[in-house]
């Protein structure tokens, strides 16, 4: 069955950066949309950045100004710069991509900020 695979996550002290990247085990449907969630322990999933095909991009307050999605084609890969890392930002993140037959996810990767 294919899945999304993220990498990137890891330990990195405030102020930090890293960068995410999430692409398929095989062949999918072209996605009508990308998405980026997240996931802090005791809380619910929450959407962090969208990415539609069209171009348009959204996030959520939080990370606004600090975060930048986008798509490499040719790799078929969706990417999450995340700068200016703060210690409310660790969670484990999760891809989406949303197509016509429905949406895939991946199982997450782990980024945690601390000093």
């Known amino acids: 069955q294919v899945q999304l695979v993220e990498s990137g996550g890891g330990l990195v002290q405030p102020g930090g950066s890293l960068r995410l990247s999430c692409a398929p085990s095989?062949?999918?449907?072209?996605?009508?949309?990308m998405h980026w969630y997240r996931q802090a322990p005791g809380n619910q999933r929450e959407l962090v950045a969208t990415?539609?095909?069209?171009?348009?991009?959204n996030y959520a307050d939080s990370v606004k100004g600090r975060f930048t999605i986008s798509r490499d084609n040719a790799k078929n890969t969706v990417y999450l710069q995340m700068n200016n890392l703060k210690p409310e930002d660790t969670a484990v993140y999760y891809c989406?991509?949303?197509?016509?037959?429905?949406?895939?996810w991946g199982q997450g990767t782990q980024v945690t900020v601390s000093s």
């Open positions: 989406n991509w949303a197509t016509r037959i429905g949406g895939y």
């Open positions: 095989g062949t999918i449907f072209s996605p009508s949309a």
């Open positions: 990415l539609t095909t069209s171009g348009s991009t």
